[in-house]
C-alpha cells in the first residue's frame, strides 16, 4: 500500500511540475505574475454601471476588431454590461459605480487589435467613495479567462482579465490607461467590456474549504 502511495504521490508531483513549467508568467509592473486558468471569479449581482459614457471616443461601441460595430447598443448599455462590447474613453479613463462598496475588483477588457496580451493589460484601477479622491489599486492577479470563457478568436477575445485589490470598500471605480502596465509595453488606450467586484465564498465553499484542508492534514499525518 505505501508502494502504491508512493507511486501516486510521484505522479502528482510530475503532473504539479509540468502545470508549473507551462504556467503563462506575464511581466507586470510590480513583478511577475502568472495566470490564472479559467474564469474571473466575479460576482454577477455587483457589475458596474458606466458614468461618463458621454465622453466615448469616437463614433460608437466595438466589439472585437469591428469599431464602431453596426447594431451595437448604446454606449452607456455596453459599458454597463458583460455582453463583449467593449467601450473606450476620449481620456482614457472609464468611471463605473458599483451595486455595493467592495474591496476588490475585475476588470474585463475588450480588445480591436494584438498582440495579446499586452493590448488587454493596458490599464490601473482606481477607487473612491466620493468621486473626488481616488486611490489606486494593487494588482494581485490575473485570469486567463473573463467571465465566459469566451472561444479564442481574433474577432471575440475575453482574455486576460485583471484583479485589483484594496485596503477597503470603494463604490467607485474608474480604470485609467497607463504605459507599461506590462513591462515594456508603451500603449495605454484601454478597451473595456466593464468590471465586477471580486466574488465572495459562500459559507457551504469556505466549510468545504476547511473540511479539505483537514482532510489533507489527516492524510499527511497518516503517512508520516
Excluded: C
Aim: glycine share 10%; no cysteine.
Amino acid at each position: 500500500m505505501k508502494k502504491s502511495l508512493v507511486v501516486f504521490l510521484a505522479t502528482a508531483l510530475v503532473m504539479l511540475m509540468g502545470g508549473i513549467a507551462s504556467a503563462e508568467v506575464l511581466p507586470m509592473y510590480n513583478g511577475n505574475i502568472t495566470v490564472t486558468p479559467g474564469t474571473a471569479p466575479y460576482d454577477p449581482n455587483n457589475v458596474g454601471t458606466w458614468l461618463n459614457y458621454y465622453d466615448l471616443s469616437g463614433a460608437g461601441v466595438g466589439l472585437g476588431t469591428w469599431y464602431p460595430y453596426p447594431g451595437a447598443p448604446a454606449p452607456q448599455v455596453a459599458g454597463s454590461t458583460l455582453d463583449h462590447f467593449w467601450v473606450q474613453s476620449s481620456t482614457n479613463e472609464l468611471i463605473w459605480q458599483l451595486n455595493y462598496a467592495t474591496s476588490a475588483v475585475i476588470g474585463f477588457p475588450g480588445n480591436d487589435h494584438g498582440p495579446l496580451p499586452m493590448e488587454n493589460l493596458e490599464y490601473m484601477m482606481w477607487a473612491s467613495n466620493d468621486l473626488v479622491n481616488w486611490t489606486v489599486g494593487t494588482l494581485t492577479a490575473i485570469y486567463h479567462d473573463g467571465w465566459d470563457a469566451s472561444p479564442a478568436t481574433q474577432y471575440l477575445e475575453d482574455w486576460y482579465a485583471t484583479r485589483w485589490d484594496f485596503g477597503q470598500t470603494y463604490l467607485y471605480f474608474k480604470t485609467v490607461g497607463t504605459p507599461q502596465v506590462y513591462t515594456g509595453w508603451y500603449d495605454f488606450d484601454p478597451e473595456m467590456d466593464g468590471i465586477a467586484g471580486i466574488a465572495v465564498p459562500e459559507p457551504a465553499s469556505m466549510l468545504l474549504l476547511g473540511l479539505s484542508a483537514l482532510g489533507l492534514a489527516g492524510f499527511r499525518k497518516m503517512i508520516k
